[in-house]
T-cell receptor, first 111, second 115 residues
């Protein structure tokens, strides 16, 4: 079945540092890909998504590009802020409505 | 615009008791999902409904768990009897199934502790 693998955390950065969280997927066909973010004590929120190869999703300074050749959807941000501290989940949606999530990567940004 | 509403937000109960979690999806959405989140297992899909009909319940751990969706605006997840290993955060999510990409919108979760 479909699966998503994302880099293990936790990740700790200083404010204004560059962020990369790796995500790769295994799926039949061409799934839609998502990044969700979970702030402490809250539910998951959609951060960005991409539906086909070479699409770039972006939101709040975060970006991820759908790379079919490497089956990847890495999350990047050029300059993180303390308010970006959260858990980030990569997810894939294949032929059904089901989302398959990675295990999550906890990001802590220190001032 | 109200998002997904879950109640209660926190529940503490004793082993053997019945627990009922409630969810109100976003108005107009036709798919509803129940997830469980734990440190050990991450985020697991328990069951999902489309147009109030259960489509896939393969993630439901055992017969102690049951879910219903009597109408488009309400769903319940019931655990009877509850056990300490059921302690987790339970999320409800909804989406609009259109045949294209379907974004799921999550509720704030119910934090369940079974003593």
């Amino acid at each position: 079945g479909d699966s998503v693998t994302q880099m293990e955390g936790p990740v700790t950065l200083s404010e204004e540092a560059f962020l990369t969280i790796n995500c790769t997927y295994t799926a039949t066909g061409y799934p839609s890909l998502f990044w969700y973010v979970q702030y402490p004590g809250e539910g998951l929120q959609l951060l960005l998504k991409a539906t086909k190869a070479d699409d770039k999703g972006s939101n709040k300074g975060f970006e991820a590009t759908y790379r079919k050749e490497t089956t990847s959807f890495h999350l990047e941000k050029g300059s993180v802020q303390v308010s970006d501290s959260a858990v980030y989940f990569c997810a894939a949606q294949g032929g059904s409505e089901k989302l398959v999530f990675g295990k999550g990567t906890k990001l802590t940004v220190n001032p | 615009d109200a998002g997904v509403i879950q109640s209660p937000r926190h529940e503490v109960t004793e082993m053997g008791q019945e627990v009922t979690l409630r969810c109100k999806p976003i108005s107009g959405h036709n798919s509803l999902f129940w997830y469980r989140q734990t440190m050990m297992r991450g985020l697991e899909l328990l069951i999902y409904f489309n147009n109030n009909v259960p489509i896939d319940d393969s993630g439901m751990p055992e017969d102690r768990f049951s879910a219903k969706m009597p109408n488009a605006s309400f769903s319940t997840l019931k655990i009877q009897p509850s056990e300490p290993r059921d302690s987790a955060v339970y999320f409800c999510a909804s989406s609009l199934r259109t045949g294209g990409v379907e974004t799921q919108y999550f509720g704030p979760g119910t934090r369940l502790l079974v003593l």
